[in-house]
């Protein structure tokens, strides 16, 4: 069974810019988790969706949102990127009523 | 709300030698423990996990973790490091039972030295 997946990679963007992470669940995961990792602030909870709705949300700005399609893939969305964005941004999923997270291999994303 | 406190933010532990990363937590409510291990340029990997049950839980790689209530820690031991077990690693609590969220601790960095 494949893991989850993240793209892109990595991304390069500018202050001001928009950008948009996508992450594919494992096949039969309906809960899709996002997390920043930065050296100053550690593992951060962004939010949690579950069958399309937002489960769970962390302490970040509105400039973060993120939505979960039918088939479980969800995308974030950071608007007006600050240089204090740049950060690996992390996905997991996990089964319905589980307690395991599966994660991905991260977005790298740099705002100069 | 739950917090995760890892004290040692680096450990450098010569190859072969045993070693502990340290982790405790706080919570008003039961809770399941993980250890999760960072390669790097590399996403998170499940170690092992303490869900109920018996307090010494093994993991992969060789690494085994005991769950103490009452001093409420999840320290992570490996009686014989390998170059190989050069990683981040991050200790995180998830509230039993419910559709919460996992709370990661700081990470440990720990460095072999061949």
């Known amino acids: ?112 | 709300a739950q917090s995760v406190t890892q004290l040692d933010s680096q450990v450098p532990v010569f190859e072969e030698a045993p070693v502990e990363l340290r982790c405790n937590y706080s919570s008003s409510v039961s809770v399941y423990l993980f250890w999760y291990v960072q390669y790097p340029n590399q996403g998170l990997q499940l170690l092992l996990k303490y869900l109920s049950g018996s307090t010494l839980v093994k993991g992969i790689n060789g690494f085994e973790a005991e769950f103490n209530k009452s001093q409420t820690s999840f320290h992570l031991r490996k009686p014989s490091v390998h170059i190989s077990d050069t990683a981040e690693y991050f200790c995180a609590v998830l509230p039993a039972g419910g559709n919460e969220k996992l709370t990661f601790g700081t990470g440990t960095r720990l460095t072999i030295i061949p």
């Not at chain 1, 992470?21 to 949690?48: A, D, K, M, N």
């Not at chain 1, 893939?73 to 950071?78: A, F, G, K, L």
């Open chain 1, 1 to 112: 069974k494949a893991g989850v997946t993240q793209t892109p990679r990595y991304l390069i963007k500018t202050r001001g810019q928009q950008v948009t992470l996508s992450c594919s669940p494992i096949s039969g995961h309906r809960s899709v988790s996002w997390y920043q990792q930065t050296p100053g602030q550690g593992l951060q909870f962004l939010f949690e969706y579950f069958s399309e709705t937002q489960r769970n949300k962390g302490n970040f700005p509105g400039r973060f949102s993120g939505r979960q399609f039918s088939n479980s893939r969800s995308e974030m969305n950071v608007s007006t990127l600050e240089l204090g964005d740049s950060a690996l941004y992390l996905c997991a999923s996990r089964l319905t009523g589980g307690n395991e997270q599966f994660f991905g291999p991260g977005t790298r994303l740099t705002v100069l």
